[in-house]
């Protein structure tokens, strides 16, 4: 089974600033591997796909990058609707598929 | 756009089976594989096991001595049974489509195991 960790567990940034969260799987996962944005009270809303690609209606602040096993979600400059829970995701080896222990993005 | 709706019972007594049905509109049941995911209170996400529309299955291994998925093509839905549940069942229970990543979600369903 391929591990996700993620880091930091806690992030506090302030409006307005950049964001930059880390994820790493235990085995290279080449670019395999999605984020999702979860408020609290609603269901995770998928943000990117293949490590890079935005989803449908994602605006362009959010950007993904990285391959193999080591992998970086970047917020460009935080609005007050991003702050929430952001989950990493590996379909490389699949099953099981596996999602990240999560990072929580607070305001500063 | 394609949308799910989870629907079942909120509340299941310790040992007793846990089923939920997501309902699939706006799109076709062949195009995706079609999953269910769960999530403790406070805690991160759980996936338990999909389904194709052929019926093929996938669990997650720890849980797959009590879980079955099955799919109703003809309703456009997909089932989730887990047997013998505890209370370290009760969670938020999500259903998506799955094509790699989990494209669309369903608002969830809280499930609590409780007598």
């Known amino acids: 089974e391929i591990v996700m960790t993620q880091s930091p567990a806690t992030l506090s940034v302030s409006p307005g600033e950049r964001a930059t969260l880390s994820c790493r799987a235990s085995q290279n996962i080449n670019n395999n591997l999605a984020w999702y944005q979860q408020i609290p009270g609603q269901a995770p809303r998928l943000l990117i796909n293949g490590a890079s690609t935005r989803a449908t209606g994602i605006p362009a602040r959010f950007s993904g990058s990285g391959s193999g096993t080591e992998f970086t979600l970047t917020i460009s400059s935080l609005q007050s609707e991003d702050f929430a829970f952001y989950y990493c995701?590996?379909?490389?080896?699949?099953?099981?598929?596996?999602f990240g222990g999560g990072t929580k993005v607070e305001i500063k | 756009q394609v949308q799910l709706q989870e629907s079942g019972p909120g509340l299941v007594k310790p040992s007793e089976t846990l089923s939920l049905t997501c309902t699939v509109s706006?799109?076709?049941?062949?195009?995706?594989?079609w999953s269910w995911i769960r999530q403790p209170p406070g805690k991160g996400l759980e996936w338990i096991g999909y389904?194709?529309?052929?019926?093929?299955?996938n669990y997650n291994s720890s849980l797959r001595s009590r879980v079955s998925i099955s799919v109703d093509n003809s309703k456009n839905q997909f089932s989730l049974k887990l047997n013998s549940v505890t209370a370290a069942d009760t969670a938020v229970y999500y259903c998506?489509?799955?094509?790699?990543?989990?494209?669309?979600w369903g608002q969830g369903t809280l499930v609590t195991v409780s007598s």
């Open positions: 998506a489509s799955l094509y790699g990543s989990f494209d669309h």
């Open positions: 389904i194709y529309y052929s019926g093929s299955t």
């Open positions: 995701q590996q379909y490389s080896n699949w099953p099981p598929l596996t």
């Open positions: 706006g799109g076709s049941m062949s195009s995706y594989y």
